[in-house]
């Protein structure tokens, strides 16, 4: 599979098989995620692996009730010790850093076999607490990890491309 065959078949992914995630499949996740570029090369992520279900059920109460993410298998909770660094630009570098490294996971996932879905409806406070997540470290994203039920690419509902690129000016 190459890169854009991998764009194209990942989707998000709400159900899950009871099979767990193989120990080389996770670690060439993670690989794919450590790899990422990030500003100045900080890599200020940091990944917490749950696999416990009990843990995983707790996570997904904090996630607004969202039960298919304790049904996965594995559970990434993408964080960022961060000193809240600002670019130039005038952006936060954590937030973007941590996205590039999870995006590229999620492809990887998918040559892999294995889905994923992006979530950013959690309570960070609760994610803490159950994690033991030190203070001064943020949770960006929580990240379902397993085999899905259906891996069928679909179609994307996507904007067209002359709603968002612009040539030359805007
Ligand atoms: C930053 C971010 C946060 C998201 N949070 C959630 C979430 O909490 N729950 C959920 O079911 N999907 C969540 N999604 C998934 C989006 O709804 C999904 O990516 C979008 O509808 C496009 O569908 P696709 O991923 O199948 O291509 C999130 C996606 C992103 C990128």
């Known amino acids: 599979m190459n890169v854009l065959d991998a764009v194209k078949s990942r989707k998000s992914i709400r159900k899950y098989l009871d099979r767990p995630v ?6 060439t996740v993670l690989e794919a995620g450590r790899l990422a570029p990030s500003a100045s090369n900080r890599q200020e992520w940091r990944f917490v692996i749950v696999r416990e279900s009990g843990t995983r ?8 009730g969202q039960t298919f993410v304790g049904e996965a298998p594995v559970v ?3 964080c960022a010790k ?19 490294a999870l995006d590229h996971m ?16 959690f309570e960070e ?19 379902p990890l397993g085999y899905p039920v259906d891996p069928t ?10 709603m968002i690129v612009k040539y030359d000016h805007w």
Not at 22 to 27: A, F, G, P, Q, R
Not at 86 to 99: E, F, H, K, N, T
Not at 106 to 121: D, F, N, P, Q, S
Not at 125 to 143: H, W
């Open 76 to 78: 990434v909770v993408a």
């Open 153 to 162: 690419p679909v179609e994307k509902s996507r904007l067209p491309f002359d």
């Open 22 to 27: 193989e120990d080389s499949k996770l670690n």
């Open 82 to 100: 961060t000193d809240g660094r600002v670019m130039r630009c005038g952006q936060l570098s954590y937030p973007i850093d941590v996205a590039i």
């Open 106 to 121: 999620t492809l990887a996932a998918v040559e892999l076999g294995l889905g994923t879905c992006w979530i950013g409806l």
């Open 57 to 64: 059920k707790r996570l997904a109460e904090a996630a607004g």
């Open 125 to 143: 406070t609760r994610v803490k607490e159950i994690l033991g997540i030190p203070e001064d470290i943020r949770v960006v994203q929580l990240m």
